[in-house]
């Protein structure tokens, strides 16, 4: 069973800066993916950034430049800091990981999501 918990989430004027972090708890040896993904009201989720163990990041164009994904593998921790936020960036994020092993040696090569996390921005 992996939980995921996210933080950080808020109220902050455009232009500011904002971060997030996300654990993962359970019996975990180690997570292939982990990224965050966001969902604004009527829209579908969209993925936003991911990193993979080794550290190598993709990102959506929409916040290239402004975003940076980053991860503690030995806290089983990913982090998002944004920064130059837009009123467009207002949605709930969430976090999720892709391929996990457990102690027992098992590999999921599933998704797993945390609750989301609200970030408003205001203009």
């Known amino acids: 069973q992996v939980q995921l918990v996210e933080s950080g989430g808020g109220l902050v004027q455009a232009g500011g800066s904002l971060g997030l972090s996300c654990a993962a708890s359970?019996?975990?040896?180690?997570?292939?993916?982990m990224g965050w993904y966001r969902q604004a009201p009527g829209q579908q989720r969209e993925l936003v950034a991911r990193?993979?163990?080794?550290?190598?990041?993709n990102y959506a164009d929409s916040v290239k430049g402004r975003f940076t994904i980053s991860r503690d593998n030995a806290k089983k921790t990913v982090y998002l800091q944004m920064n130059s936020l837009k009123p467009e960036d207002t949605s709930v994020y969430y976090c999720?990981?892709?391929?996990?092993?457990?102690?027992?040696?098992?590999?999921?090569?599933?998704?797993?999501w945390g609750k989301g996390t609200l970030v408003t921005v205001s203009s």
């Open positions: 990193i993979t163990s080794g550290g190598r990041a």
């Open positions: 359970g019996s975990i040896l180690s997570i292939n993916i």
């Open positions: 999720n990981v892709l391929g996990v092993t457990v102690q027992t040696g098992t590999y999921y090569g599933t998704d797993y």
